[in-house]
């Protein structure tokens, strides 16, 4: 096996990621709010196996989505106002390495920092500095909400192409759904207001 | 037919709701970003009609579920630790309602004002007064989102209960999907820091 290509900007168990303010207790808490169980977990397991070599798919339709939204694409321009072609595609390599590690990482102190920096890079606390761009300072708390429904919805048919049984693509594609939600309250936390969140 | 009987704290369309400080395009923009059309709104209506008669065994499913989980119930708690059946009871009601409106109601401004209202009924601002009681005085920002799932999900049997094909099932629950999410990121404004919604 070829050892994959480093992703730019993936601090994944690195002492680069930011420490999340989190508690594991508040972790598990949060997890038993979203209806997360060991069973999701397993199912998990089995949409990682079944995306793995769909990613560049799946981000086709991502960002066919993003880009089809003036007021997405937006957080992806620079100063003219113009798309930011190295940005999208930083971005890109970072978000199918996510879709991985969301069905494959287990939700651990590392997870739940990496969680914490991810939240870091949307909000303007981070915004761009990983990758050194002139974009917007701040993707607005109610788009980073809104996005979970297109990806959680338009993950649906990939789950479905490797031939499981329909109950299996719906219980793959509710864990799916969960561990999306989970993790959008998790990125939440710099938006919110002290004592807020 | 008999009138409704009206149900207490229910203000929409009235002028004890409050004003949202939405602005119309936000909402349209925010529309975009949760991929919420014209056809999803179409669905909704369906799925109101196919709800319509189903709301208390809907209501049963989720109260079992916050029922469940001590973290969430604790927001219907008394001083004593105790769950207030007559704040649960309240709230019940007036969530039987939100499905409906969420189905069919027009998403202008009045809608978006009552949305401001019930965020504000969640969060310290508001939390309590519209039923008099003394439980605890804000829902975390964390367990608003992480409810999303949950309410996403376990919509989708009901849907499926009225004889309509697979397909638009799917479609009546993803626009669900899409209107749950769209209003969780209305509710999330009065958590966010200033600038940060």
Redesign the interface.
């Known amino acids: 096996m070829p050892m994959p290509m480093p992703i730019p900007g993936y601090a994944y168990g690195t002492p680069e990621a930011a420490r999340s303010p989190i508690t594991g207790e ?1 972790l598990e ?2 997890k ?5 169980t060991p069973e999701d977990e397993r199912y998990l397991r089995r949409a990682g196996d079944v995306l793995e070599d769909q990613i560049d798919e799946v981000l086709d339709v991502w960002y066919g ?1 993003v880009g089809s ?1 003036p ?2 694409l937006y957080y992806f321009t620079g100063p003219d106002g113009q798309p930011l072609p190295s940005y999208l595609e930083a971005v890109r390599k970072r978000f199918g390495q996510w879709i991985l590690d969301t069905c494959r990482r287990p939700y651990d102190q590392q997870w739940l920092d990496y969680q914490h920096e991810i939240a870091l890079r949307h ?2 606390t981070k915004k761009n500095r990983t990758d050194g761009v002139q974009a917007p300072e ?1 993707v ?4 980073l ?6 990806i ?2 338009t993950i649906q048919p990939f789950l479905a192409k490797k031939g499981h049984s329909d109950e299996e693509v719906e219980k793959m594609h ?1 864990a799916w ?2 561990a999306v ?2 993790q ?3 990125w ?2 710099p ?3 002290e ?3």
Chains 1, 2 share one sequence.
């Open positions: 508040e808490k949060l038993a709010a979203v209806g997360f989505f939204v007021h997405l909000h303007r701040h607005p708390l109610r788009y909400i809104a996005l979970t429904a297109p959680a919805l509710q759904v969960k939600v989970l959008t309250a998790l939440s936390y938006y919110a207001k004592g807020d969140w």
